[in-house]
């Protein structure tokens, strides 16, 4: 069968493109990996999510190769990969439909006006690849607020000295908050920055078919069973199947973009669940596969003009990758030196926190010793979280101070002091990822995934100026836990990728020398290819990434519309 519409993926990137062409008359086709999981799959197991990675391939089956920098003997530095079925490590984010939105933990922080304009604001840096982006924060804001009212996003615009234009207020009023977001308040206050409450693709009351928050605290990493949060799958795809125009199909591994002697495109080919081999071929062709495996699928489609893979003979597929940068801080709260009211506000389980600080989103401070430009550098943000889900804080429990195991008694008293006498309030910071050459998708020339595919290999390098600004900016919320009173209080930054936060390796920008696509998300060697995951950023900001895919892809999706109607 022939489709208007074929999208290769069922996330954030692809649920928009389907939303928007089903609902205007165009069959579509959607290609999903993973198995079609609804609310009722998504219960709260732990043990299944912390433990067995139950929504991701079987890294023997399914795999990638992450090559991380070493140093020898000599003092000599070399790249050297490894097998993530060896490491145990895994760069899967939710094979499922809907993909990784499932499993989200929904902090809808925008990109701001500074983000898409990074190398004008703070100028070049050395060994970075920074970009401005082909397009501006005016041109993305009305996507962003059609993100709010599909997708459910549920909060209240705040202004205040670093906040971005909103042409409109969220869509639906903001979750119940846990009793230390007042705490965070009032030391916000106390020290002259400001608490900025985070909006969250969560639903605050019902709405479109799917229940509001039931505040259960498995949130993050959690498939959502009431349908609150506002993944590809709950928010769009189930409406636009009900539509009657578009058409999933779950264990659907493509492993091709087929093109003909002229370079067009002639079909996607797939393997069904049973390993059965298929075609299908459309007018329009989507590509929302996250980051890493969106660059793996186009370096595989080789063909006649494509000898390199498709969209790639200015040998731009695949690099300038970027995850987010940043770090992670804690302090504990001792029960024996608080008031029975404040340990009863801390000890509450279920609602979120939903703050932030953006204080130092961009850096005027002598003091930095990273890259500036007129003493101004990018910084970054700030999130507040607990770990709420018992076996998350009973995790650590089992060793003693010199990283022993315990078990038995000593074991039921660490684990006694854990949840009785103290609370750990956490935090993440975000910064850029900045790209580099060091840092970059390619296939890997011995490894194959089940089906005999090459895998992904990834390159991992980062920019020193990456930990210098997560140093800078987890100093800023060491210093604000021990202001809201919190000991032991200690951060760490680090060069490692947080898998979940992939972006760039198909950037976008006017120039075909140095990117892969034109700015609406289009190939410039190939017509009727798009790409609409976060490959297309050439810089990631420092927030997360979902809310920006999704608007983005909304973006995208209004232009296919255009072309698709004008060619009926």
Known sequence: MNYDVCIIGSGAGASPVAYTLANAGAKVLVLEKGPWLTEKEFYKDELAISLRDAYNPNLADEQHVIEDQYENEQGELFWQGEATSESGSTFWNGTVVG?????????FHRLKPVDFRLKSEF???????????????????????????????????VDHPFAEPHSTDFDYPPLAEHPVASWIDNTAKKTGVHAIPIPRAVLSQPAMGRRSCEYSGYCSNYGCSSGAKGSGRAALLNHAVAGGNCTIKPESKVYKIATDSEGEISGVLYYDRLNRKHKVSAKYYVVACQAIETSR??????????????????????????????GTGQGDFIFANMSEQQVKELSRVGPFINRSLQDWYQINDKKFTGVTKNGKAKGGTIDFLFYQNPVARAYGTQRDEDDGLVWGEQLKLNMKK?????????????????????????????????????????RVGYHDHDLQVGEYITAKGEEFLKAMGAVNVSSGVSGAPPPNLQAGGCRFGNNPKTSVLNKYCQAHEVDNLFVTDGSFMPTGGSVPYTYTIYANAFRVAEHIKQRWQASV
């Open 297 to 326: 699928l186009l370096l595989t489609s080789t063909g006649e003009k494509f000898p390199n893979g498709l969209a790639n003979n200015n040998d731009q597929v695949g690099k300038n990758l970027i995850f987010s940068a940043g």
């Open 123 to 157: 100028g070049e840096i050395k060994g970075a690849n920074v970009a401005d982006w082909p397009i501006s924060y005016d041109e993305l804001e009305p996507f962003y607020a059609m993100v709010d009212k599909h997708i459910g996003v549920s909060g209240k615009h």
């Open 99 to 107: 993909g990784s939105s499932n499993f989200m933990s929904g902090y």
């Open 418 to 458: 854990e949840f009785t006498t103290y609370k750990t309030l956490r935090f993440e910071v975000f910064n850029d990822w900045l790209p580099t050459d060091d840092c970059f998708v390619s296939l890997d020339d011995e490894i194959t995934d089940r089906w005999g595919d090459a895998v992904a290999k990834v």
